[in-house]
């Protein structure tokens, strides 16, 4: 398998795709086109590379495989965009694990602190709402500041709850001087 950018001579769109023979797809898309079709670039790679390569152009995209073409089309790697996505998508997961940590803590906090009527009256807010965070397993981000001035648990103290641990440092080993 393999990705392609074919191009009909003279046009300013290009086609990108994949197939299993490239040279066989050069041919059927020769045998409708009115001008020479050419072969611009080919990469290793299916149809999980050829959607990467087409969402790294969506800003180009003009129907369906057409793109207008632009010559940093021939230095991408279709590889890297995919491996740039999973990171991407890893660090997201990430923050997402640790909002819902954060989350998790302040549903505990809100029960911690006599639950939800005696929180909502601290807070100022109607006990529905405080219900819905419980309902929802979800407290917004924005009310966070609210419940530690309320229950006198420090931002830090919240983060440092919720938040993995920093990694540190080993200390190196140093040498004791040699005494005479």
């Known amino acids: ?105 302040a549903l505990v906090i809100i029960e911690e602190h006599g639950g939800t009527r005696p929180l909502a009256r601290k807070l100022g807010l109607s006990p529905s709402t405080v219900q819905s965070w419980k309902r929802k397993g979800s407290i917004p981000a924005s009310r966070v500041p609210a419940i530690a001035d309320v229950t006198g648990i420090s931002l830090d103290e919240l983060l440092k709850a919720c938040l993995p641990p920093l990694p540190t440092r080993a200390k190196r080993a140093t040498k004791e001087p040699a005494h005479a």
């Open 1 to 105: 398998m393999a990705v392609y950018i074919i191009r009909p001579q003279g046009s300013g769109l290009v086609k990108i795709g994949h197939s299993g023979d490239v040279q066989r797809r050069i041919s059927q898309m020769q045998a409708i086109s009115p001008v020479p079709v050419l072969l611009l670039k080919e990469w290793p790679g299916g149809s999980q590379e050829e959607a990467a390569v087409h969402r790294f152009f969506a800003h180009l995209k003009q129907h369906s495989e057409w793109f207008e073409y632009s010559p940093e089309m021939l230095i991408i790697e279709p590889a890297s965009l995919l491996k740039k996505e999973r990171e991407a998508k890893r660090v997201l997961t990430s923050r997402q694990r640790i909002v819902s940590d954060l989350d998790t803590k």
